[in-house]
Each structure stands twice: as C-alpha cells, then as structure tokens.
C-alpha cells in the first residue's frame, strides 16, 4: 500500500498497545495483573466533574479558541504563578489536548526536516516518533556512568549544528528518576548559551517522595524576555488523576505559542470545552487530592522497591518520583520484549519492555495499581523467574504449571 515515509516509520503506542493486550485478556476473565500502566487509579477530583458537568448542562458545547479558553488560561498563569513564581500572560499559554499535544505542536513549531533534538535515556516512549513526525531526528543520550541521571558533559557531546531543541523530562518516565537541581541549572544555562530549544516535559513535578520539592526551571534561567526558548510543558492527566480528560499545557514565549496555535487550530481546533472546564475545575478546586494521590504512591514505591529488593537477580534504582521503577532484569533475559512477553505469556503479569523506552534488558513496572496488584504481580514474576520455585502456583482457584526451566 503506497503509504507515506512518516507513517511506516512510526510505530503504534506500545503502552496503548499493552493496554488493548491486558483489556482483551481481561475480558476473556483471565487475571491478569497490569504493572504496565501510566495512569493513577484515583477518581478525578470532584470539581473537575462538577465544572463539566455544569457545562454539559447547558447543552451548548460549542468550539474554543485554538489556544484554550481563557479561563483555563488564567488557571494555568495562576499555577504558572504558584509552582513557578514566575508571572506570564494569556499569550504565552497554550492549552492543548494533554501534554503529548503541547509537546508534539512545540516540536512542530520549532524543528525543521533533518534537524535534531536531544533527549537522555531511558526517555518517554512518545519523543522519538515525535521528532519522526517532524521529520526531524530524535537523538537519545545514555548516561555513560550507566545511571539514569544524565550529566551535562554527556548531553554536551552530541550537541552539534543540526540540535535544535532538548527535551528534559525530570522525574523521568519510566526511571523515576528526579535530576538535581545542578543538572537542571546546567541544562537551562547550556541552552541560554548554545541558544538552542529547552522542553522542559514537568507532567510529573508534583508525585515526587522522600520530602522533595518540585524543582523550578526559570530560577536558573537569565533569559526571561519574549526571547526565551524555554518552554514548560504541564497538564492535568497524572497529578489530578485526569488522563481520560486529555488537558495539557505549555508556557513559551508569545511567537512560540501563536505557532503553536496556529498550528493546533488546523489539526484539531482548541481541545473540547468540557474537558477544559473540568481541567478549570481541577486547577482551581480543592487540591487535596494532589498529596492524597502523592502519599499513595510513595507508600506504593517502598513496598515495590521492598519486593524487588528481595528478587535475587534483579538491579533496582530507588525511583524519586512518578509511578514507575524501570528494574534491569538482564540477569534473566536481554531481550526485555521477549521477557515482557514471557511474563503476560505465563503469568499474566504485563510489563513495559525497557528498549522502547531507548534501555535494552530493563522492564518498566508501574505502581499506580494497588498494593495488591504490585505484591502479587511481583510475587509471579519471582515464581515464573526463579527456577527454584515450586512446580505449580494457584491463582484464584486456576493452577499454572511450570513447563520451562
Ligand atoms: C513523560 C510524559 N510526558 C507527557 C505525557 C503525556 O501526558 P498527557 O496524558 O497529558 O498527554 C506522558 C504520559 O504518559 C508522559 O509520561
């Protein structure tokens, strides 16, 4: 079939796919155990429903401006105020459909053909086709001391004439990890210097442990004119447990963002005005829900990183924030699609495979779930894994058979 370059390039949405994968399963009523997932299980907070709903009633849901309405606008610079102290206006806020829009229209906005941008590894599965979309050239940056924090020196060295933009994404999906607040300084002042795009991807800023504070960007950064190539991405979908909603957000200079607009305007018009009430709602509601959501999944990361502890064979970096711990299980296969396979194959537990997220033999496993599903799916793991373990486990009143050594 004569499709375009672009679309046989870009591949589907593994964690969508894996998503459709554990749905299936499920409906045949197998028990399957979801260490997959990128979204927290928590309700929406009530005034997001009752900002929409209130909309929904009155049975006019009409189109927005490209760029949001301005309600939401003036939550996002109220937000912008309180979690960045900085002041901006209405132009420079976009709001978009979830943060993977306001990326993705940025990127669009900024990169022409050929041109790169820089991200360090492991990275969010969506930035490589993003820059393929583009038709630009996503270049991942591995650590080299084999940590997932990122030095400057090493984002430095493969930075040449084609980068046009770095995407940070801090605390990093899948790692966890959250970079310090010497890296961040680095990274905006190398930017300022080099003048190149600075994304700053904060969609996890606030589900961060151990007593950490979110980390500001725009203290390190000089260049707080209309000239600033510094843009923050945010949203409600993770914080406020709203992904189904699909409201995010950027914050950029005034051209930037009327690029981005204009751009927004012809793929598919200003996100829908319901979900931009709710988000209005959310933002500007009762925010106890925020650390409510914070202390469950701190709580949910001691006891998995208890468990994986206790998994003779498996690497485990303490994650600083997010809902997900990326564990090296190379010690039991190198090709972590293959394990990831084995696991749903075997055990029905599903598990992100480390390469799509740029790290070969790592498995992605998510701890938004409840305390049940991350002991037990771990504990199958260990079952299908270890070849000590007893020939037969019960699941429920179903009896899986150990047939590989
Ligand atoms: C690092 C990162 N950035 C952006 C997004 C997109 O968020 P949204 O649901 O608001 O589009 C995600 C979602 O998984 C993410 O993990």
């Known amino acids: 079939m004569s499709l375009s370059q672009i679309a046989k390039t870009i591949s589907a949405s593994p964690t969508l796919k894996l998503n459709e994968k554990a749905a299936i399963l499920r409906e045949k009523g197998d028990p399957v155990i979801h260490l997959g997932g990128g979204e927290p299980k928590s309700k ?6 009752i900002s929409a709903v209130s909309n929904l009633n009155s049975a006019e849901v009409r189109y927005t401006p490209a760029e949001g309405i301005p309600a939401l606008k003036k939550s996002i610079i109220r937000y912008t105020e309180e979690f ?79 980068t046009k933009a770095i995407i940070i994404n801090s605390p990093n999906n899948p790692s ?76 950029g200079n005034k051209k930037v963002i009327e690029a981005m607009a204009n751009i927004q305007g012809h793929q598919t018009s200003g996100p829908s005005v319901v979900l931009q009430k709710a988000a ?26 208890d468990y994986l502890n206790s998994f003779e064979g498996v690497r485990v970096t303490k994650p600083d924030g997010t809902f997900y711990c990326f564990a090296d299980f190379s010690n039991y296969n190198k090709s972590s699609n293959k394990l ?36 037990e799916g771990i504990e199958r793991m260990k079952w299908a894994l270890d070849p000590n373990s007893p020939n037969e486990l019960y699941i429920g009143d179903r009896k899986l058979v150990r047939d590989w050594s």
């Open 280 to 305: 209005v709602g959310a933002l500007n509601g009762i925010q106890s829900g925020v650390e409510s959501l914070r202390l469950t999944l701190e709580n949910n990361r001691n006891v998995m990183i």
């Open 44 to 49: 929406a907070p009530m005034d997001a429903i």
């Open 340 to 375: 990831s396979e084995f696991l749903i194959d075997k055990v029905m537990v599903l598990t992100v495979p480390g390469a799509e997220f740029g790290m070969e033999g790592y498995l992605r496993l998510s701890y938004c779930g409840t305390i049940k599903e991350i002991t």
């Open 176 to 251: 966890g990890a959250m970079y310090s607040e010497e890296f961040i300084s680095d990274i905006v002042s190398f930017c300022e210097k080099k003048d190149i795009w600075l994304i700053m991807d904060d969609i996890y800023h606030r589900l961060i442990f151990d007593g950490r504070k979110p980390i500001n960007c725009y203290k390190y950064a000089k260049n707080l004119t209309e000239t600033s190539k510094l843009i923050v991405v945010n949203g409600v979908s993770k914080q406020y447990a709203m992904t189904g909603f699909r409201i995010g957000w950027a914050v």
């Open 84 to 162: 960045y102290d900085r002041k901006v206006a209405p132009e420079n806020v976009i709001a978009s459909g979830g943060a993977k829009q306001a990326i993705m229209v940025a990127l669009q906005a900024i990169l022409n053909q050929q041109e790169e941008v820089i991200y360090p590894a492991p990275y969010w599965v969506s930035y490589p086709e993003m820059a393929k979309l583009c038709g630009a050239i996503g270049v991942p940056v591995l650590p080299e001391d084999g940590s997932f924090y990122p030095r400057i020196q090493d984002i430095e060295q493969r930075v040449g004439s084609y």
